[in-house]
């Protein structure tokens, strides 16, 4: 049983599409994350929820949107696409126990690949 | 804010040969420090951690001592082997709920 699902694992697309990358997670974690990984490995976070709550909003283009229907699901939307949107992007989850020292050990699906052509 | 610096790659080795991978961290205060590990078309899994200075961190042959003198973490493998390529990350919580990773070192090991 995968800890954190992603899906779809590859998306092929074209300019100007809006597209969405689901993740869902059975861990039973308070805390949902999206990264974005670019061709050279370097992680970037987009956005964190925790129990629903947006907690991280990093600087993103507004055509990223992500939604959290329930602590066990959170969804990347994204509208207007482009060619520099390319990468694989990663879900992740954790079990927050504070800010700072509450070892963040994350959990991380196995990544959706998005190609803009 | 905290953050990892990381000793860039990419690193190619043969079998059996030893493997360091440097990471020094600025942080306030002494937050726990991990090395995760993404292998080819995964995402990445906690590799080691170690919550306070002095600790070492092992797991499947990797070995970690959190030195708080030289704000170091290096990963480090005796004997590595080809399953042993991937990608590694140091990385640390920051103090709003984030975890920064380094740049990542990507490992090749040689048959």
């Known amino acids: 049983d995968t800890a954190v699902s992603q899906t779809p694992k590859y998306l092929v697309t074209q300019m100007g599409n809006d597209k969405s990358i689901k993740c869902e997670q059975n861990?039973?974690?308070?805390?949902m994350y999206w990264y974005k990984q670019d061709s050279k490995k370097f992680l970037k976070i987009m956005f964190s929820?925790?129990?629903?709550?947006?907690?991280i909003n990093e600087t993103v283009p507004n055509r990223f949107s992500p939604k959290s229907p329930d602590k066990a699901h959170l969804n990347l939307h994204i509208n207007s696409l482009e060619l520099g949107d390319s990468a694989v992007y990663f879900c992740?989850?954790?079990?927050?126990?504070?800010?700072?020292?509450?070892?963040?050990?994350?959990?991380f699906g196995a990544g959706s690949r998005l190609t803009v052509l | 804010g905290n953050s990892v610096t990381q000793m860039e790659g990419p690193v190619t080795l043969s079998e059996e040969a030893f493997l360091t991978i440097n990471c020094t961290y600025t942080?306030?205060?002494?937050?726990?420090l991990f090395w995760y590990v993404q292998y080819p078309g995964e995402g990445l899994q906690l590799l080691l951690k170690a919550t306070k200075a002095d600790d070492k961190g092992s797991n499947k042959g990797f070995e970690a001592t959190y030195r708080k003198e030289t704000t170091s973490f290096h990963l480090e493998k005796g004997s590595v082997q080809v399953s042993d390529s991937a990608v590694y990350f140091c990385a640390l919580p920051t103090n709003d709920y984030k975890l920064s990773f380094g740049a990542g070192t990507t490992v090749t090991v040689r048959a």
């Open positions: 992740a989850s954790s079990q927050i126990t504070d800010s700072y020292s509450g070892a963040n050990v994350l959990t």
């Open positions: 942080a306030t205060g002494y937050p726990s």
């Open positions: 861990l039973g974690h308070d805390t």
């Open positions: 929820y925790n129990n629903k709550e947006l907690i």
